[in-house]
Each structure stands twice: as structure tokens, then as C-alpha cells.
């Protein structure tokens, strides 16, 4: 009988040993959380993993989760090499490297004589079997990931889990299910169909933390019943709403909230009250000591809460560069219809390197209305 998906899943990540979990630049909380969730899952069933995002800064209302300092930025130590030295049963040859520029040199010192015959190196292989994406359409949304390391890519298994139509469908394991609100939702299915017992007080956490996160609470048009049964079982296993709540919603630093002041200020709207923009200067992040991932809780926390807009764009300057961050509330792909900009993020949600004025991004924005 064939296997089924999440068969298929279960068996290619137990024939790994060392699986590489990977998301895009700009993640949501869905894709930290839920990155989490899968590598706690991996180690509980004996493997270990590594977390990686190109560029990764953890936002701000994420560090209560715990093991967040497992996801890194960068990809490192890719392959390895072994070097073999036939010696004698009991000699014990002593062994040195030293560094003389760009040159290791490794400085051997037998009991007995060996010969260049005796030291053998055997083809380098890569140090991850299995590579697992979460929420990337294209494997071109790793950036430097990607870019530095593509023969890699093709060489290694994937498993891609995602919820957006937009996915390419590169894994040899597509886990794509349109109809899931988040990427937590898919893996709570997986873990379901495998062993609800693998289901711990943190693992819960980190996958409801996804879905509060991705539905806005249980908010958003894409939340059906079988969300909110799954949210009541994580809940059941242990899960820290309250925590969650007040960590995404209820604890914004004085320069988060300075900086959405200068937004509100700034804020301007087009005649039917559509589409809503401001411009931020470097000065504005200076003198409010907020970051740029504090764009988006005003947004999400300020602008939303005028009913008419359905598109808002931030410009603004930070570390010599401009960039524009745009979000709608519609099905618009700004993937898609910002393509000529190579944006990060998602369809409804992304940021990317401005290179024109700002007119032409209203411009494009109107097209929509």
C-alpha cells in the first residue's frame, strides 16, 4: 500500500541524521515559531537539526520563546573532509595544524616512518542530509543561503511546507496545503497523524504562537473551525496563551511606540481612504531609538484599525538605504506585482530596496483599487 504524505514526510526525516531547517529573510512569527516547534519535534525523535534564515534578527517580542538563539544567519561549515592516516597498531603519532596565511598546514609526527602512500583524503560530503523549507515559495528566497550554496541545494532532499499558492512546488516532498491558516497548523497535522504524545508544553507554544501570530489572533478570514479545534488541543497540552498574548500584543517598547507616533503624524491617504502611506527618515529611528521591525506593529497595531485602507505603505531610511515595506488587506500577490524589485516577504507582506521615487509605488498601488 502506498504511503501516504505525512508517511512519506516521517519516513525521509528518519532516514536523516542531521536535518537543516531553513525559512527566507524578513520571516513572519509563524515561521520562527514554527521553526522552533519542528526542531524541538526532529530532536524528540533523535535527530539534530539546524535552524538557519539569511540575515536573521529576532524581532524584539520573540525572546520570551525559549531556544530562540538556535536560529542563525548564516550557513556554516557546510561540508566536511576526512583525512586518513594508516599507521602502525601502536604507534601514536602526534598531530599539529598551524595557520600561515591563507594555508593550514598539518604537521604529522609518527613512531614509526609513513609515506605520502600511507595518507589518504576522502571526498568531502555535506555535513546535512535533509533540508526542510518553511513558508519559502523559491528556494531564491534563501538569498545568500541559496545564492552561496545551490549545488547543495540540488544534491539534498527537501521537504517544503507551505501554505501560499505561490509556492514553486521544488521539494521532492511538497507539503503544501492552501487551506491551513499557518505553517503551525501543517506541522500540528503532521505530529497528529504520527504521535500526538511528541505533543509537549513547549512544542505547543511554539505552534500556537504561529497561529496567534499568522491569524492575527484569530482574526483573519482564513481561520476555520478545525484552527480553532487545534488551538484548543494545543492549549489542552500545555500551551501559553496568556503569555503569548501579552508578549505579541501587550509589550511594545517606548521607541516602538515613539516611532508609530512619527507615522501616525506623517500618515496620508489617498481620496477614498484606500491606500495610506508615510514617510520615515534615519533621523526618526534615531531619535526614537526604534528599529525597522517596528514598522510593522503600527501597522498592524494603528493603520489597521481605519476600515477603509487596503493598502499601506512605509517608506523609509535606515543605514544609508531605502526601502519601502508594503502590506495589503485584499488577495493582492505584491510578490508578484512588486517582482521588478526582488522583494522579500510574503504575497501580502513585503519589503524590498527602493531604487525609484516614491510616486511610481503609488502609482502601481493605485492600479489596484
Not at 594555508?103 to 605520502?116: A, D, G, L, V
Not at 489597521?304 to 487596503?310: A, K
Request: hydrophobic share 35%.
Amino acid at each position: 500500500m502506498a504511503l501516504n504524505q505525512h508517511q512519506q514526510i516521517y519516513e525521509t526525516i528518519q532516514k536523516s541524521q542531521k536535518p537543516l531547517i531553513v525559512f527566507g529573510e524578513r520571516p513572519s512569527g509563524d515561521s520562527i515559531s514554527s521553526s522552533l516547534a519542528l526542531a524541538a519535534l526532529l530532536s524528540k525523535l533523535g535527530k539534530k537539526s539546524k535552524i538557519v534564515s539569511p540575515n536573521f534578527s529576532l524581532p524584539h517580542n520573540y525572546l520570551f520563546l525559549t531556544e530562540k538563539n538556535k536560529i542563525q544567519n548564516n550557513l556554516s561549515a557546510l561540508r566536511k573532509m576526512i583525512i586518513t592516516l594508516e599507521k602502525d597498531e601502536h604507534d601514536q603519532p602526534e598531530i599539529k595544524s598551524t595557520l600561515n596565511g591563507r594555508q593550514m598546514e598539518i604537521h604529522i609526527t609518527p613512531q614509526k616512518n609513513i609515506s605520502k602512500e600511507n595518507i589518504r583524503i576522502n571526498d568531502s560530503y555535506y555535513l546535512h542530509d535533509l533540508v526542510i523549507t518553511i513558508n519559502t515559495p523559491d528556494l531564491e528566497s534563501l538569498k545568500h543561503l541559496y545564492e552561496e550554496n545551490n549545488e547543495f541545494f540540488y544534491q539534498v532532499p527537501i521537504i517544503n511546507i507551505d501554505h501560499l499558492a505561490e509556492n514553486e512546488h521544488y521539494g521532492h516532498l511538497n507539503a503544501i496545503n492552501l487551506t491551513s491558516s499557518s505553517i503551525a497548523e501543517i506541522i500540528y497535522d503532521f505530529i497528529e497523524s504520527i504521535d500526538l504524545n511528541l505533543l509537549d508544553e513547549k512544542i505547543a507554544t511554539y505552534l500556537l504562537t504561529g497561529m496567534i501570530e499568522k491569524t492575527k489572533s484569530f482574526k483573519n478570514p482564513n481561520v476555520t473551525p478545525k484552527s480553532l479545534n487545534i488551538a484548543s488541543h494545543l492549549m489542552a497540552a500545555g500551551a501559553k496563551r496568556e503569555e503569548i498574548i501579552r508578549n505579541l500584543y501587550q509589550k511594545q517598547t517606548i521607541g516602538a511606540l515613539k516611532l508609530w507616533g512619527r507615522i501616525l503624524m506623517n500618515l496620508k491617504t489617498d481620496s477614498q481612504q484606500k491606500i495610506a502611506w508615510a514617510v520615515i527618515n534615519k533621523e526618526d529611528f534615531q531619535q526614537t531609538n526604534a528599529r525597522p521591525e517596528d514598522i510593522l506593529g503600527a501597522i498592524n497595531e494603528l493603520i489597521v484599525s481605519i476600515p477603509s485602507v487596503e493598502l499601506t505603505t512605509i517608506f523609509y531610511e535606515h543605514d544609508n538605504s531605502k526601502k519601502a515595506l508594503i502590506k495589503t488587506e485584499k488577495e493582492h500577490n505584491l510578490k508578484n506585482i512588486f517582482q521588478e524589485f526582488r522583494p522579500n516577504g510574503e504575497k501580502q507582506i513585503i519589503t524590498f530596496e527602493l531604487n525609484t521615487n516614491h510616486q511610481y509605488i503609488l502609482d502601481k498601488l493605485n492600479q489596484l483599487i
